[in-house]
């Protein structure tokens, strides 16, 4: 089945430390985003890519970084510059879907917590 | 531009109806959607409506679009604990494939 997946679905960083989160999809979507998700608030936008190798800043991309070396992968790295990463990292592909033109597929989301 | 807004919370009496609203300032939206978020979970999408229509009504769910004023809304019949959960509304315009998403309403239904 395709899909699109995160890994892991929890993860503990020491303060000063860099993490990767894992997004990886099958869907054959050229576009991917991550979102960073606080409670009570809705998605913000870290980084989207519309393309394999070109990237671009979203809202809120300070002290994060990404790749996007191959179609089916867009991990994000958390580094130790951003300040307060505790949240819900949501990764999505966009592209053509069964039920219309194009829609949004997300994974099953990252909880990133400093501990 | 594009903003996408919606009130944070709504709570509601189970087998009340529930009714989430959007106000998008894109007039060129051709997509407007519906996506549910489970707590803990990743968004799936709901239902959509094609900016050239004004009603679609699947199951209990009615989505309305009122494009003069920009205002879409999604009515949940006979609401059952099981739709809690935070909802958000989306647009895209046709030739793009950047979604923007609204800030998301927070559905709590009480027994």
């Known amino acids: 089945d395709g899909g699109i997946t995160q890994s892991p679905k929890y993860l503990f960083r020491k303060e000063g430390q860099n993490v990767t989160l894992s997004c990886e999809q099958n869907?054959?979507?050229?576009?991917m985003y991550w979102y960073r998700q606080d409670p009570g608030q809705g998605l913000r936008l870290i980084y989207y890519?519309?393309?394999?190798?070109?990237?671009q800043k979203g809202d809120i991309a300070e002290g994060y970084s990404v790749s996007r070396e191959k179609k089916e992968s867009f991990p994000l790295t958390v580094t130790s510059a951003q300040k307060n990463p505790t949240a819900f990292y949501l990764c999505?592909?966009?592209?053509?879907?069964?039920?219309?033109?194009?829609?949004?597929?997300f994974g099953q989301g990252t909880r990133l917590t400093v501990v | 531009g594009e903003d996408v807004e919606q009130s944070l919370f709504l709570s509601v009496r189970e087998g009340d109806s529930s009714v989430i609203n959007c106000t998008y300032t894109?007039?060129?939206?051709?997509?407007l959607y519906w996506y549910k978020q489970e707590p803990g979970a990743g968004l799936q999408l709901l239902t959509y409506?094609?900016?050239?229509?004004d009603m679609k009504q699947d199951q209990r769910l009615t989505v309305l679009l009122n494009k003069k004023d920009k205002h879409l809304s999604l009515r949940i019949a006979d609401t059952q604990t099981g739709d809690s959960a935070i909802y958000f509304c989306?647009?895209?315009?046709?030739?793009?494939?950047?979604?923007?998403f609204g800030t998301g309403t927070k559905l709590q239904v009480i027994p």
């Open positions: 999505a592909s966009i592209g053509w879907g069964a039920l219309l033109g194009t829609e949004a597929f």
């Open positions: 989306a647009e895209k315009k046709e030739g793009y494939q950047k979604v923007t």
């Open positions: 890519s519309q393309i394999v190798n070109d990237f």
């Open positions: 409506i094609f900016s050239n229509m």
């Open positions: 894109d007039s060129s939206s051709t997509y």
């Open positions: 869907l054959n979507h050229d576009a």
